[in-house]
């Protein structure tokens, strides 16, 4: 894991108008973000084309590409490029859906992995949909499902780029994967 001090004072220098700190704060990263990657991208469906360093060049591009760099530390910009995947994996799933042409969508279990690896690709936009009614309900706990799920961080990485305990993690975990299976599957 990178050293949080170095990465936020890179990222001090990102919004002072470093642009060479982000190439520098991006090469500290990378590695994780590339394990992270590869993590969620072992729990997509078998035939799912999008690979893990196409992921992390394409949210490396867009976190560049963004017009404000205003991150504040580690945790803001691992929150964002949690942020970014997400975004990515759902138009992913979006444009493949539209490609097949296919129907309505059906239930998603949610166990402790929130697996997806059922090729019914409504599956991934339903859980973005209910994410951001979380979102809007309790955005820490939507921060947690999102570094989880899409940025696949362990509970002791989520509770140290959101500076709180690992139990608080682990109680909002629950309760946000509660709230998601009552959204995603109503009665």
Do not use: C
Request: aromatic share 8%; proline share 3%.
């Amino acid at each position: 894991m990178s050293e949080p001090s170095e990465v936020t004072g890179l990222l001090k220098e990102v919004r002072q108008g470093n642009q060479d700190a982000f190439n520098r704060v991006f090469s500290i990263v990378y590695g994780e973000l590339r394990r992270l990657a590869a993590y969620y991208m072992r729990q997509e469906r078998p035939d799912h084309t999008l690979q893990t360093t196409a992921l992390v060049h394409e949210a490396y591009v867009r976190l560049v590409g963004r017009e404000t760099k205003n991150w504040e530390d580690r945790k803001h910009f691992f929150s964002v490029a949690a942020e970014v995947m997400r975004s990515l994996l759902v138009d992913h799933a979006r444009a493949h859906r539209a490609a097949k042409r296919e129907g309505a969508g059906g239930r998603v279990p949610l166990d402790e992995n929130l697996s997806f690896n059922s090729p019914d690709l409504n599956e991934v936009l339903a859980l973005d949909t209910a994410l951001k009614k979380l979102s809007e309900a309790d955005p820490r706990q939507a921060q947690i499902v999102e570094l989880r799920y899409f940025a696949g961080l362990g509970i002791r990485e989520i509770a140290d780029v959101l500076g709180i305990s690992e139990r608080t993690v682990i109680r909002e975990w629950n309760m946000a994967k509660a709230w998601l299976y009552g959204e995603m599957n109503p009665q």
